[in-house]
């Protein structure tokens, strides 16, 4: 069973210092996200008996899922915050800086993890959440790991330790710091980026790899 790691709820607080400040005023935007799957035209109208058009072309197959939204941001946040554990207000601060965010041009390339949010977004409303031995909030619902793992890479990707400067290659980026390929930006390779989009394990500061099922940086 999927369950918040003592990593991931420590990693709060760390994100938390890191996000103070947007992107670097020097930086592009990060790549753009995708869609989760572009719906695909239905199939045009045929012509009537009577020689007119039947209808008019076939309207798209399905919408594009929709993504995790400041709201639910901040009322998922809420939830942990709840719990009343020693770190909540780590979520609370995390609730006004991040939320906020969530739409940012600099968040785009999050759609995916803002999306697999949304859709376990009502799971989250019935998840338990309790706290561990460290006093840390925890819980061993999966949709409180999707949700936490969209608010960390919103978090990252509005940090300039995380995502700084736009690169093609390492060597574009500052001593200390690595061209992540799936954000195109500059990250530093001692940061604290869980959540952070990668490609390679080498797109993730040191003690975390790339997680291939989700695109994102977790702990080792």
């Known amino acids: 069973m999927k369950r918040l790691s003592a990593g991931a709820a420590a990693a709060v607080g760390l994100l938390l210092a890191c996000s103070g400040s947007g992107p670097q005023s020097t930086g592009t935007g990060g790549g753009a996200g995708t869609a989760g799957g572009s719906a695909s035209a239905g199939g045009a109208g045929t012509a009537g008996g009577s020689g ?66 949304e859709g376990t977004y009502s799971q ?19 949709a409180a790991v999707d949700f936490l793992l969209a608010v960390f890479c919103v978090t990252s990707m509005n940090s300039n ?30 940061a604290a980026c869980i959540g952070l989009p990668c490609k390679y394990n080498v797109d993730c500061p040191t003690g975390l790899t790339c997680n291939n099922a989700i695109g994102q940086c977790s702990k080792s």
């Open 161 to 190: 330790l995380c995502a700084g400067l736009a690169c093609a290659y390492n060597t574009d980026c500052p001593t200390g710091y690595t061209c992540n390929d799936a954000t195109d930006k500059c990250v530093k390779t001692d």
């Open 52 to 117: 007119t058009a039947g209808g008019a072309g076939g309207s798209a197959g399905g919408s594009s899922p929709s993504a995790l939204d400041q709201a639910q941001c901040e009322a998922g946040l809420n939830r942990f915050a709840a719990a009343g554990c020693s770190d909540a207000a780590q979520y609370t601060q995390l609730k006004q800086t991040v939320c906020p965010k969530v739409s940012n041009a600099s968040s785009a390339v999050c759609s995916a993890a803002l999306t697999r949010a």
């Open 124 to 142: 989250l409303q019935s998840a338990s959440f309790y706290c561990t031995s460290f006093g840390t909030t925890d819980s061993a619902d999966p």
